[in-house]
């Protein structure tokens, strides 16, 4: 087997510039060097500090990384013996700078998982809000000491539809009542992405959507995050819940001023991924206040300079407004509309660039101005860029079309009839 971790020099404290400390050679991580913060001991004789030993077998390794035995079992003994001496080692040498490890806490098991699942479940059918947040916090409380317990709780093939289930009762026995609650299970639901089924029907009942997007108008930025990831997690995994959120009062708003007044991009993407399914559905009224709200420019407006999955969601969303009439004349008016589209063209990723061609091919239709305008920013040297780089079928055949409109417009040359385009002088 490959190992997949080089030696490096030990790490050495210098707290006195004089006189440089050398860690005890037994007081390392055989796989970083590091100073050992939590040794555990495998089936082989072999102490590793368990960070770096758990990293090593979830990457899907079953030797033991120094001796290479294949190990009879993942068992990881906690070493106290040598836990206490780093610990008392720490302690004598602080003048150098070094602090003292602090003893480290016994990972969570599967089966105080399953016990504490079992606990949240039977409070909530007594309706016992107080042992449901008592348990709740507990593990949360599992999860925020380790990367390690938080797999162990995601691991456990109930968790997601258990604590979903949970939601949707508070939620519909009352909202005001059992806000706490509910917060803490926003919180936790967050690791157990992606979602199974059971947990899409919990949450996306109409009592939990209902009080989801309530929350989102909180003033706790940490709740509002953890609700608006939820809904678009949700959305992803199945987008019929779209339908549903669209008949809640004031949804559209909401996301719209996430858009226009951001946040943190943590807020921002999973907005744009809401709005680009709900106007995906087939219902006008969504789509016609989505673009009455001046959609279509603000969008146009966050693209100039925006992270790649930002710009990504952006585009789909136009793309999609784009399908129809009042989608088209709003992009039509606005000046933006053709040289940012343009330009993200090749500049951003494939699956910009495909939803650009699909929005130009779908404004250019049939419109003069328009593909004089999108001659005007180079959308013909793009295009012919693009089919020779390579591209899916479906944007080749817009581009390709896009190209016959736009060539009897090009000033001074003559008209393409057969685009072979390997035989095609670039021009540019």
């Not at 042992?131 to 691991?155: F, M, P, Q, T, Y």
């Not at 959308?379 to 581009?399: H, R, S, W, Y």
Request: proline share 4%.
């Amino acid at each position: 087997m490959v190992f997949s971790w080089r030696k490096k020099k030990p790490r050495s404290f210098n707290g006195d510039k004089k006189k440089e400390l050398e860690i005890p050679r037994h007081f390392l991580c055989p796989v970083t060097l590091d100073l050992m913060k939590d040794p555990v001991t495998l089936s082989s004789g072999i102490t590793y500090d368990r960070e770096s030993i758990e990293k090593w077998l979830d990457d899907g390794n079953f030797t033991c990384p120094v001796s290479n035995q294949v190990l009879r079992s993942f068992d990881q003994i906690p070493n106290h013996s040598l836990r206490k001496m780093i610990q008392d080692w720490c302690v004598e040498n602080r003048s150098y700078g070094v602090e003292r490890i602090p003893t480290p806490r016994i990972p969570v098991s599967s089966a105080e998982v399953s016990e504490v699942l079992f606990s949240i479940m039977d409070s909530t059918r007594r309706l016992d809000r107080c042992a449901c947040l008592d348990s709740l916090h507990k593990l949360k409380k599992w999860g925020l000491e380790s990367e390690r317990n938080k797999r162990c709780i995601v691991a456990n093939a109930a968790a997601a539809g258990a604590i979903a289930a949970v939601f949707d009762a508070f939620a519909g026995e009352s909202v005001d009542k059992n806000i706490n609650v509910l917060e803490e299970i926003l919180f936790v639901i967050n690791w157990m992405f992606p979602l199974t089924e059971q947990a899409q029907r919990y949450i996306g009942s109409q009592a939990s959507l209902h009080c989801i997007a309530r929350f989102l108008k909180s003033k706790d930025l940490s709740l509002k995050q953890n609700a608006i990831t939820v809904l678009a997690e949700l959305l992803s995994c199945n987008q019929k819940y779209a339908q549903e959120l669209t008949t809640i009062d004031g949804i559209n708003k909401t996301l719209f001023h996430f858009i226009n007044n951001p946040i943190c991009p943590s807020i921002t993407k999973p907005s744009l991924t809401l709005i680009y399914h709900m106007v995906s559905l087939s219902n006008e009224n969504t789509t016609t206040e989505f673009i009455n709200m001046g959609l279509i420019p603000l969008l146009l407006e966050v693209m100039i300079d925006s992270q790649k999955a930002i710009c990504e969601k952006a585009l789909a969303i136009i793309d999609q407004l784009c399908e129809t009439e009042q989608g088209r004349g709003f992009a039509y008016d606005d000046a933006l509309a053709m040289p940012v589209l343009v330009k993200k063209i090749l500049r951003v990723s494939e699956l910009a660039t495909e939803y650009s061609v699909s929005a130009i091919w779908k404004l250019s239709k049939g419109d003069e101005k328009t593909l004089m305008e999108a001659l005007q920013f180079g959308a013909f040297q793009k295009l012919l860029l693009l089919i020779q780089v390579g591209c899916n079928d479906k944007t080749k055949e817009k581009a390709t079309e896009l190209l016959k409109l736009l060539n009897p417009y090009r000033p001074g040359l003559e008209c393409i009839d057969s685009l072979d385009f390997k035989n095609i002088k670039r021009s540019f």
